[in-house]
């Protein structure tokens, strides 16, 4: 419920602080007073966009701040959605700055003002003559139905339950594209896939097969140089081995004679033995070089192909071949278990749907059996809110689209006089009935679930004064569960308030301000004495308010 409310430097209104209580609220001024002002200053707080013309001093910055006791709405959840900080008692803060920027904040957080207004619809539903919109909408007429139907649990299971059908739906729509275009490029990927596996690739392979093939190249060459090489060794006049095998005896003697000559010998001893190894090295070369032009076309047709993949995929190394080969087995195997997963995901679907199916068979039942008791009660009312013809017919028709709120199609038709056509309320309401018939509806749902803060602003234009009455009365009912205001121009509602506020205008320095009041009992016969007869009060006239007061 709403609290207190603050407004500082907005339109007529210089600084203005009152506190609310719980019950039956009125408000009540002549016209031109600025109640319409005070509902616009309300309104930015539930996340209404603002202009510099809400600015009554253009160099100063509008402040309007209310507080609210949200301990029985049950709003902690929609609180750590939105990441705010959740109080009890929830001070809500909007400023307009010279600039024209504005600013939100929700307990000292700031806010943007879509998540301002989602809260502030669930804190305060104003309700005017020329807003009725809300009741010829579809979401709301079922929120009425499904209040009396008491369907909130299989609402929310239906919702759980809708969100996966969707979400599996969706899946099955794109494994179902992939598919489509999986087949159009999978015996393409296949062909290259095959061509990889026969290529038989392996990391490390190019760099031998580059040298081998050199080597079976040039094979003539290589045999030359080898052959000339064995010849310095093996000469037998001037051949390396003969002449170090000489040389060595020769220092071999020498080292004999002196010590010092040993390390001679000792090198020379090293570098024949190194270069016998060279030698028997060379040797080996020789014997196992042999021509194979055979092997030498399979290494050119391998470097051929491996090249050629390097070009056909981008890719500069083995590593990267290999690399796509894993790839085009991915979307190879697939495209081939694409079909599996189509079933998979069609069974998945059948399940939820059949879930789906009999719980909007449930909520239809509960709907169809409550339908009858909201049109009795609905008529009840209208017909002591001088409406004693009003008929409504409602009806459900099961369709096979899944709603977001079941599997059915809402009529919702009305007729205000005896013989009449039944009409959408839309065509077949006036203003006047609109707001009677939503009064009649709020009233009703007071009853079944926790509605909002509700300001009826001069919803009772045009109605005689037994109907007000009866407005009145059902106001004041309303008011046992939730807090209630009425901004109204009749004596017989204003009558009927726990608490009274009068707003009006007042001079000061030629300069005009709006003020809201808080009238106390003697007070209170005099605006009504006025509200009956006008500003002379006449004895009859206070006689008359007493008499409604009591």
Request: proline share 1%.
């Amino acid at each position: 419920m709403l609290t207190s409310l603050s407004i500082k430097n907005y339109a007529l209104i210089d600084s203005l602080q009152v506190d609310f209580n719980d019950g039956f609220t009125i408000i009540t001024g002549e016209t031109g007073a600025g109640k319409s002002i005070l509902l616009g200053g309300l309104s930015l707080i539930l996340g209404k966009r603002a202009d510099l013309s809400s600015l009554r001093n253009k160099e100063q910055k509008c402040i309007i701040e209310a507080q609210f006791d949200v301990s029985n709405y049950n709003l902690k959840e929609l609180y750590d959605i939105n990441d705010l900080d959740y109080e009890s008692q929830t001070i809500i803060r909007r400023e307009i700055l010279p600039s024209g920027k504005s600013r939100a904040f929700v307990n000292d957080s700031p806010v943007n003002l879509s998540n301002l207004q989602l809260l502030g619809e669930r804190l305060i539903d104003i309700h005017s003559q020329h807003e009725t919109l809300q009741l010829v909408d579809d979401a709301f007429q079922f929120q009425v139905i499904d209040a009396l139907s008491e369907n909130k649990e299989e609402l929310i299971d239906y919702s759980t339950k809708l969100s996966k059908y969707k979400k599996l739906t969706k899946e099955l729509e794109q494994l179902v594209a992939f598919q489509s275009e999986a087949i159009k490029e999978h015996d393409y990927n296949s062909f290259l896939l095959n061509e990889l596996v026969a290529a038989n690739l392996k990391v490390d392979e190019l760099e031998g097969l580059e040298e081998e093939y050199e080597t079976l190249n040039n094979i003539e060459t290589i045999q030359e140089k080898l052959t000339a090489s064995n010849q310095f060794f093996s000469d037998e006049q001037l051949g390396l081995i003969n002449t170090l095998t000489e040389l060595k005896v020769v220092l071999k003697q020498l080292a004999s004679l002196s010590n010092k000559y040993e390390k001679l010998y000792t090198r020379v001893n090293s570098s024949f033995i190194e270069l016998d190894d060279v030698f028997s090295e060379i040797e080996r070369f020789q014997e196992d070089l042999e021509a194979n032009p055979n092997r030498l076309e399979e290494v050119n047709g391998k470097l051929t192909t491996i090249n050629n993949l390097f070009q056909k995929h981008i890719v500069n190394d083995i590593s990267g071949l290999i690399e796509v080969k894993k790839e085009l087995e991915l979307k190879v195997s697939a495209t081939e278990n694409v079909e599996a997963d189509i079933t998979k995901k069609e069974s998945e679907i059948k399940t939820v749907k059949s879930g789906l199916d009999k719980l909007a068979q449930v909520i239809h039942k509960k709907r169809v059996q409550a339908i009858p008791k909201l049109k009795k009660e609905l008529e009840i009312i209208l017909s002591s809110l001088g409406m004693p013809n009003a008929q409504f017919d409602i009806s459900l028709n099961l369709s096979s689209t899944y709603y977001y709120n079941g599997k059915e199609a809402l009529s919702f038709l009305f007729s205000a006089n005896k013989g009449g056509t039944f009409k959408s309320l839309k065509k077949a309401a006036s203003g006047g009935e609109l707001s009677r018939i939503m009064l009649a509806i709020k009233s009703i749902l007071t009853r079944y679930i926790n509605l909002p803060t509700i300001m009826f602003d001069e919803i009772d234009t045009g109605v005689s004064g037994e109907v007000s009455n009866k407005m009145a009365e059902i106001m004041s009912q309303m008011s046992a569960t939730m807090q209630v205001f009425s901004i109204t121009h009749l004596p017989q509602i204003a009558a009927k308030g726990h608490t009274h506020f009068k707003v009006y205008k007042k001079d000061v320095d030629e300069v005009t301000t709006t003020n809201l009041v808080k009238l106390n009992h003697d007070d209170r016969i005099i605006e009504i004495a006025q509200m009956l007869g006008g500003i002379e009060v006449s004895n009859s006239a206070i006689a008359h308010a007493k008499q409604l007061l009591n």
